[in-house]
C-alpha cells in the first residue's frame, strides 16, 4: 500500500523532470577565434530559434548608441543573398533602424565587397570611408569594431581587415590602427 | 508488487537526478547519461581584440558531455594555472602542448580522477585573477556540438621596465598636437577645426611644463603636416611616435578634440594601449588633471588600439579633451581661458603621474 504513493512521486518528479529538460536553454555562445571550426551550411546561425523562412536570413550588425559609449546588436531579417557578408556590412553602412542608434560610418560608404580566406574577412569599401572622413577617435573606434563585429557574426569569419579599393589602410581618421586584422571586440557592446 | 520494477524505477529516477543537478549549472538539456564523458580535443589561438588591440590566448578542449570546471592561480613557485574539470576523464587528446611562451609556455592534461582531469598551465610570469577567465559552454547535441571548455589568458604587461622619480624638473616629455597641415581632424559646426585648437593647448602644456624644469619635445609647434603634406597615415603617424623614441623621453601626451554625430555627446575621455602598466596609470592622472575643468562630463578611461600609443615605446595617452561636434563645447576649445585650464589640468596630472609611477617602482 505504500508503494501506491511512492509510485506517483517518481511519475511526478519524471514528469518535472522532462518538462525541466524541454524548456528553452539559454542561446549558444559561439566560441570566436578558433581556428578549424566546422563551417555551417547555413551561412548565418541565428542565435534565436525564430521562424527564418528559406528565402530570408536574420542579420546582426552593430550599430552606436546615441551617446557614443558603446555599440548595440541590431538584428533584421532580409531576403538571403548569394553574398551574406557583404550584405550584413551594406546594412551597416544603410545605417540603424532604430532612432536610438546613430551610424558611424561616413554618409555615402560604398561596399566594394567582402572575401574571406582562411578565417579573415577581407572588407573592401570605397574612398568615402576614409576621405574627408573627420570622426573623433571615439567615432572611429566604434566604426572599426562595427565593422569587425558586424562581420565577425558569421564563424567562419574570425578576424576582419578592412580595405580601401582592395588596399590596405593604417588608420581610418588619424587614431585607430588597422593595419592588421583584428578579432571581435565584446567590451564594446552594450549587454542588456 | 514487482519490486525489481520498482527499483529499477527508482535507479532511472536517482540518475536523472543526479543528471539533472550536474547539469543545470551549465543550462544543459543533455537527458541520457553518458557512460564515459571525456575530453575528445584540445586548440587554441591567440586573438587581438579589435577595440583595445590586447591579445589573448583562448584554449578550448572539446568534452562530449557536460562538466564543471574550478581554476586557480598557483603562483608560489612557477607560475601556473590550474584548471580542474570533473565530469571528464582525459580522452585520447595529447596530453601536453607547447606554446611559444609570451602568453603561456605550455599545457599538461593529468587524469585525476576516475572521472576528473587537471589542466596545469605553465605562465612566463605572475598573472591577477583578473587576467583569466575559464567558463564552459554548452553543447547542443541536436547540432552534435559537443559542451566546451573555454581558457582565455590575457597576455601580461611586462615587468616594470621603468623607473620614475617624482616631481617635473628634468623629465623628458614629448607633446603630441594631433593632426595638422593637411590634415584639419575634426570640424566643428561653426568651423573651428581640430589641429588648431590642439596646437593651441599643446603650446600651452609646453609652456608650463618648461616652466617647471621639464624638457619638452614637441612633434610640431606650428601648423603642418609632421612627416609630409598628403603622406601616408603610417608615414604620419609613425614620424609622431618616432619624436618620442628617438629622444627616449619618459612620457608620450597626445591631445586631441572629439567628435560624434550625436552634436549632444560631449565630455573629455583619455585613451591608452596596455603595453606596461604605466599607461592606465598615465591615463587616470591626466584624465583626474583635466576633471571637472569648465564642468566637463568625465567620460572616464579606455584602453584603445590607437596607432601612435601602440607605437611608442614610452607609457603614452591621448586625451580628448572635448567634442568639437557639441556646439557649446566647440566654443569652450576655441577660448584661450578654456585652453590654459586644460593645459594646467593635464601638467597636473603629468606631474601626479610622475609622483604615482615613482611609488610603483619602489613596491616592485
Known sequence: MLRKPLYAFIFLMLVLLLAGCDAPTAPAEKDKAMEGQPAQSSSITSTTPAAVSQSTMQITTYQAAKNAEYLVAEKQTVAKSEHPAKTALELLVAGPRSKELVSVVPPGTKVLGVNISKGIAYADFDETLVKNNHSGATAEQLLVVAIVNTLT???????VKILVNGKSVDTISGHMDTSEPFGRSEQLIKKN | MPMKKFWF?????????SQ?????????????PTPSVQISSIRYA?????????KSLRVVLDVNGPVKVT????????????????GASVGSVANSVVFDGSIAKDLTILQTGKTESQITVNLPQIIDDSDYQVSVLPGDTAANKPFRVVIDIDKPLPLPEFTFTPGLRGKRIAIDPGHGGSDVGAIGPNGIQEKVVTLG???????????????VYMTRTDDRDVFAPNDTASEELGARSEVGNKNQVDIFVDIHANSFANPQVGGTGTYYFKKSMYDKLLAKTIQNGVCGVYGLADRGIYPANFYVLKHTNMPAILIE???LSNPNEEKLLAAPAFQQQMAQGIVSGIDNFFTQAAKLGVSN
Open chain 2, 20 to 32: 539533472q543537478v550536474w547539469a543545470a549549472p551549465l543550462d544543459s538539456s543533455l537527458l541520457a
Open chain 2, 201 to 215: 593647448v599643446a603650446m600651452k602644456v609646453k609652456a608650463l611644463l618648461e616652466q617647471a624644469g621639464a624638457k
Open chain 1, 153 to 159: 557574426e558569421f564563424p567562419e569569419i574570425e578576424k
Open chain 2, 9 to 17: 524505477v527508482l535507479v532511472i529516477l536517482v540518475s536523472l537526478l
Open chain 2, 321 to 323: 579633451m572635448a567634442f
Open chain 2, 46 to 54: 591567440v586573438h587581438t581584440d579589435s577595440a583595445t588591440g590586447g
Open chain 2, 71 to 86: 581554476a586557480s592561480s598557483n603562483m608560489l613557485q612557477d607560475p601556473q594555472l590550474v584548471i580542474t574539470i570533473q
